[in-house]
């Protein structure tokens, strides 16, 4: 997407270390009115696929989760890092490695919010190993439902997470796949 | 607000220890369509107040914050629990108390977004004591802006927070504020 890959080269800041910060309109300051145009987009890739629900996980999928279901008119479920004390027992669960992080969170989803008649978008704003991504498939399966597609912003496509991920069968939509990034020179070359 | 007083009695279940659980539409499942009509509420009651940006902070606000920002037609920032590796060092910073997971927050938002010029309004799900919300007012203050107000969607009247708030003279509005609920009896009265 023309729109977002020329956001990315404005505003986007490379640092070493394949670290591309986006947070002045994708995940600390999210620039809602540009987000939507996102949301949009993967209204119009997915037109033709029926979705019952938007699947994220907290916290930086929230927003994008949230406006893109403005256009599928459906409720967005977030999974949530475990720690909540006011939450449900009953969950889906699983684990996702967090390269950021450098730390395992256990993840879970209320079972009240996925059925096996939900066909579900799974949505994040970046895509890199794919190990979220995995473990919110993993969500989806548990609950016996179907995976409808994966909806991402920012692809990191050098990192491998998201070509594994169409390789099982499951169909990825990313709005900007990023092939190389260089922090010396500070440029991008977009697949 | 009727529509969300009716849906908390319809949906709301209420816990021991004045816990109300609204996760399957506002704050784990958010029903974006109906969260939609909330936002619209929200632009209504200060349509006549300039607002540059919506303050939040995560997880659970990021969704009605975002879905709200679609009718103000501007900008989301929400502020971080501190933890992350590639965050950035120039930030305003408040501690803040979170009785849910009885635990003090250290809680930041970049410099980079919030200016003397903005006024600021920041949403959130819910308000009970008060502490997150005096968290965020604090940090548009560090940041020289205005708070042109705060819109929650369910305030506790009875832990009074929101009366605290709205005694130091910032604009509170609540879409639906509990004056008294019964975990035995099932019950809820509204203000």
Same mark, same amino acid.
């Given at each position: 997407m023309k729109l977002l890959e020329e956001r990315i080269l404005k505003d986007g800041v490379i640092k070493p270390g394949n670290v591309l910060k986006v947070?002045? $309109?994708?995940?600390? /300051? +999210?620039d809602v009115p540009f987000i939507a145009k996102l949301g949009e987009e993967f209204k119009r890739l997915y037109a033709d696929t029926p979705v019952t629900k938007i699947l994220t996980i907290e916290s930086s999928g929230i927003g994008i989760a949230s406006v893109a279901a403005m256009y599928f008119n459906v409720p967005v479920v977030f999974a949530k890092k475990a720690?909540?004390?006011?939450?449900? @027992?009953?969950v889906y669960f699983t684990r996702i490695y967090s390269y950021t992080h450098n730390k395992v969170n256990e993840v879970v989803v209320s079972k009240r919010f996925i059925s096996p008649e939900d066909k579900v978008l799974i949505i994040d704003d970046f895509l890199a190993n794919g190990c979220a991504l995995e473990g919110l498939v993993e969500i989806v399966r548990q609950a016996g439902g179907t995976v409808a597609g994966i909806g991402i912003? +920012?692809? @990191?496509? $050098? /990192?491998?997470g998201g070509d594994k991920l169409r390789a099982s069968g499951i169909r990825v939509e990313s709005l900007a796949i990023i092939e190389k990034m260089d922090s010396q020179s500070k440029t991008i070359e977009f697949r």
């Open positions: 947070d002045s $309109f994708l995940n600390h /300051q +999210i720690s909540g004390s006011n939450m449900d @027992k009953d912003a +920012i692809e @990191k496509g $050098f /990192q491998g």
